[in-house]
């Protein structure tokens, strides 16, 4: 056998393997939920409502202060007084956070990876993407098809000035801050399933031996041995 020769064949076999990476379908639908949960109860402490009497129901302030921190907590970001005060203004509407989830919707048209340069070190091969939700595999060459985070947040920053155009500037500030901290990659490197596909190249690959002609001779009594006739013996 020509074990130099195989196990160059696997190393190059390994190689050009691609890398696999999950996409989450689903991570899109649970930051919009997560956002609606948001909008919705803070709208219940802020927006003027009636009792069954018709008198305006008031909240006291230190359970509105109590349960912002709370519902702030929970979304996963950081707000300080200021910006929810601007927020305020506005009661945290309905239209506001429509404008939101097509932003979203927008944003993640494109599945999301957390560095493009990773993968740009790996275009000639491409990579596999596993669909988390249906389970289908299917290879990707096309980078264009594919944003990453950084990218993901000057498109948002764009897409805040159009959809919000006549607002406040504080607001669109507050809105982009909120949106780029729940950003989250939807394609992920799946490093268990990129070496198990590694070992199944490797072990495809079958040994390379080498072609002696009938009666060739390799090495004549009293001759010193060459590394090249070591390896056909």
Same mark, same amino acid.
């Given at each position: 056998e020509d074990? =130099?020769?195989? %196990?160059?064949?696997k $190393?190059?076999?390994?190689?050009?393997?691609?890398?696999?990476?999950?996409?989450?379908?689903?991570?899109?639908d649970? #930051?919009k939920?997560n956002?609606?949960?948001?909008f919705? $109860?803070?709208?219940?402490?802020?927006?003027?409502r $009636?009792?069954a009497?018709e008198?305006?129901?008031? =909240?006291?302030e230190?359970?509105?202060?109590? *349960?912002? %921190?709370? @519902?702030v907590?929970?979304?996963? =970001?950081?707000l300080?007084?200021?910006?929810?005060?601007?927020? *305020?203004?506005?009661?945290f509407?309905? /239209?506001?956070?429509?404008n939101?989830? &097509?932003?979203?919707?927008? !944003?993640?048209?494109k599945? !999301?990876?957390y560095?493009i340069? !990773?993968?740009? $070190?790996?275009k000639? &091969?491409?990579?596999? !993407?596993?669909? #988390? +939700?249906?389970?289908?595999?299917?290879?990707?060459?096309?980078?264009?098809q594919?944003?990453d985070?950084g990218?993901? /947040?000057?498109?948002? /920053?764009?897409?805040?000035?159009?959809?919000?155009?006549?607002?406040?500037?504080?607001?669109k500030n507050?809105l982009?801050k909120?949106i780029?901290?729940?950003?989250?990659p939807s394609?992920t490197?799946?490093?268990q399933?990129?070496?198990e596909i590694? /070992?199944?190249?490797v072990?495809?690959?079958?040994?390379?031996?080498? +072609?002696?002609k009938?009666?060739?001779?390799? =090495?004549?009594?009293?001759?010193?041995?060459?590394?090249?006739?070591?390896?056909? @013996?």
């Open positions: 074990r =130099v020769t195989t %196990e160059q064949r $190393k190059e076999a390994q190689e050009q393997a691609r890398d696999v990476y999950d996409f989450d379908p689903s991570l899109k649970e #930051l939920k956002l609606t949960s948001f919705s $109860k803070m709208q219940e402490l802020y927006l003027p $009636k009792s009497g008198e305006m129901i008031s =909240v006291p230190a359970f509105k202060k109590e *349960r912002e %921190e709370e @519902l907590s929970e979304l996963g =970001v950081e300080s007084d200021r910006e929810l005060g601007i927020l *305020r203004k506005f009661y509407d309905q /239209k506001m956070l429509n939101i989830q &097509k932003i979203i919707d927008e !944003i993640y048209s599945p !999301i990876v560095d340069q !990773i993968l740009q $070190k790996a000639d &091969k491409g990579i596999i !993407i596993i669909n #988390l +939700k249906s389970g289908e595999q299917k290879p990707l060459n096309d980078y264009t594919i944003k985070i990218q993901a /947040k000057k498109e948002l /920053k764009k897409l805040i000035d159009q959809r919000f155009a006549g607002y406040p500037k504080s607001l507050v982009n909120i780029s901290d729940l950003l989250r394609l490197f799946n490093k399933e990129t070496e590694k /070992k199944e190249k072990q495809a690959v079958k040994p390379v031996y080498f +072609k002696l009938k009666g060739e001779v390799i =090495v004549r009594k009293g001759d010193r041995i060459t590394e090249e006739q070591w390896k056909k @013996l």
